[in-house]
């Protein structure tokens, strides 16, 4: 299930923050520091976190799931 999609400038041999947030059925994407897609969704209250990559590939340095 997509809910939103954000496309963002960016290139390959940069490095870029990325951020997501949910708060009740409140969902943030963060893009260096901006928010780039808002969402509203309660089917899931709880659960893991992670990235989907549809084409190419992502390095990720850190990955960290907190209470918000």
Do not use: I, K, Q
Not at 8 to 21: I, K, M, N, Y
Request: hydrophobic share 50%; aromatic share 8%; no cysteine.
């Amino acid at each position: 299930v997509v809910l939103v999609e954000a496309p963002v400038g960016h290139r390959t041999d940069e490095t870029h923050d990325l951020a997501f947030e949910a708060n009740g059925s409140a969902l943030v994407a963060w893009f260096d520091g901006v928010a780039v897609a808002r969402a509203e969704d309660a089917t899931y209250r709880s659960g893991g976190g992670g990235f989907v990559v549809d084409s190419g590939a992502m390095l990720a340095d850190g990955f960290r799931v907190e209470a918000v």
